[in-house]
């Protein structure tokens, strides 16, 4: 049980946010702060009604290409921000959380008020991330102050740092809007993680939950911090994946493991300094040497960027036996297929234009005593 988080009722929210004079009729989880840094965190976000890509980025004020790349859409094309999303389609939308009065969340959506909207109607926009109630009250608006067309409401949304720690792990908080019918066993299943990592997290005992209540859950994420970047770190959720080095860079937090993989994007941007210096790899690619008495893979990492350079370097890995099937057909510096994550049927023609080879070392394992696996 972390100490820093409190899972308040309706009351004692009320109290906290001092602002709030109405009673507020969901829980959320609350963390305290009193730094003014920020951190990735993400929404969840049930798209209320058809719409675009673009739409939705305007609405939280993130770019489109960040929102597909926190839901592994790609490639990233002119078309990808028209592209239609079906209401009920879930996306998560990465935000920065940071600390206001002494709580974290993002303040930085704003919202231009059209003709029909009321209070209601926008917290539905919004997908209940923020309940009508609070847009009133942090809009000072009220029957002498009513909502006026064309103008502009701060939206409050709720998010949540925890440090970017979750047992031991780098993880990042997902602000996760109840939907009828869940339970806190549904919702940890649906992302991978435990009730009692949620309980912990929000700082409650009881497992019930109402539609409506906004629960902070971990996702597990990747972190530069151990791969010896120069002058750049990062963190990726689980499964997305970000564009780095003027987007010369994929970087994709692979679901499997939980590793950092960095390939050249492929995107119609230029891009120099893709070869590791003495070899004819390219970052993300690898190759099998063998030897009478041990099998060494060599592989072209990604290192970070400085001064618009890319930074990379071999990373030579000896092993007492050769991985299954590459080693004994004496393949070396053999480049890995494509990869592309697809969940909304986008269609995936990046090999074709790709001006330069992506791999996807990712699909093969290695144990740290020696043998090579595949997942495939
Ligand atoms: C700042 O907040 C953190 C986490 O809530 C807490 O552990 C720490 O004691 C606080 N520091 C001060 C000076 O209030
Ligand atoms: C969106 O992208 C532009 C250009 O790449 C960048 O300058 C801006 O900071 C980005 N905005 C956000 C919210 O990430
Ligand atoms: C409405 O809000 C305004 C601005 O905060 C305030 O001055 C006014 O007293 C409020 N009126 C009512 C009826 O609450
Ligand atoms: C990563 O996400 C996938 C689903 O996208 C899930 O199956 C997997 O358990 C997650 N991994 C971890 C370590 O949380
Ligand atoms: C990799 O390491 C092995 C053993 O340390 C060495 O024999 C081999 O030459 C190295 N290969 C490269 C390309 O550095
Ligand atoms: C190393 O190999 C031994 C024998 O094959 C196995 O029992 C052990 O679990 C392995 N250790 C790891 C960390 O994979």
């Given amino acids: 049980m972390r100490n820093s988080v409190q899972f308040l009722l309706p009351q004692m929210l009320c109290l906290m946010l001092l602002s709030f004079q109405h009673e507020v009729e969901t829980k959320s989880t609350i963390e305290p702060c009193n730094s003014s840094d920020s951190c990735p ?15 939705i980025a305007t609405r939280f004020h993130v770019n489109a290409s960040d929102i597909l790349a926190s ?41 231009t008020v059209h003709a029909a909207d009321t209070p ?21 608006i009220n029957g002498s102050n009513p909502l006026r067309s064309g103008g502009t409401l701060v939206i409050p949304l709720p998010c949540t740092c925890f440090d970017n720690v979750n047992n031991g792990g780098t993880a990042v908080y997902m602000s996760y809007v109840v939907q009828t019918r869940e339970s806190l066993s549904s919702i940890a299943a649906k992302f991978g993680t435990t009730i009692s990592d949620l309980k912990a997290v929000n700082g409650f005992w009881e497992p019930a939950v109402d539609p409506g209540d ?62 590791c210096k003495q070899s004819n790899l390219i970052i993300g690619n690898e190759c099998v040497e063998h030897s009478e008495t041990a099998c060494n893979v060599i592989q072209c990492v990604y290192r970070g960027h400085r001064g618009g350079k890319i930074l990379s370097s071999t990373k ?9 099937n590459v080693c004994h057909r004496g393949a070396s510096c053999r480049p890995f297929s ?11 023609k990046i090999s074709s234009s790709l001006p330069l080879p992506v791999s996807k070392a990712s699909q093969r394992t290695r144990a740290s005593n020696g043998s090579l696996g595949s997942r495939e």
């Fill in 120 to 140: 209601a109607s926008i917290s539905e926009a919004y997908g209940g991330l923020v309940s009508a109630e609070q847009i009133k009250i942090v809009n000072s």
């Fill in 316 to 324: 030579n890995s000896s092993y007492l036996q050769c991985p299954d």
């Fill in 71 to 111: 839901n592994s859409l790609f490639p990233i094309t002119s078309s990808s921000a028209h592209q239609i999303l079906r209401a009920k389609t879930f996306l998560k939308i990465p935000i920065f959380c940071s600390c206001v009065d002494g709580i974290r969340r993002s303040i930085s959506t704003t919202y």
């Fill in 214 to 275: 906004i629960l902070s859950v971990p996702v597990a994420a990747c972190s530069s911090a151990t791969l010896k970047w120069y002058d750049e770190s990062m963190i990726v959720p689980n499964g997305s994946y970000t564009l780095t080095a003027s987007n010369c860079i994929k970087c994709s937090c692979e679901p499997m493991d939980i590793t950092m993989q960095c390939v050249p994007s492929g995107l119609a941007v230029p891009c120099y300094n893709l070869r």
């Fill in 41 to 55: 965190s993400l929404l969840s976000y049930l798209v209320p009604w058809d719409s675009k890509v673009s739409e």
């Fill in 338 to 348: 494509s990869y592309s994550e697809d969940p909304f049927g986008m269609s995936p």
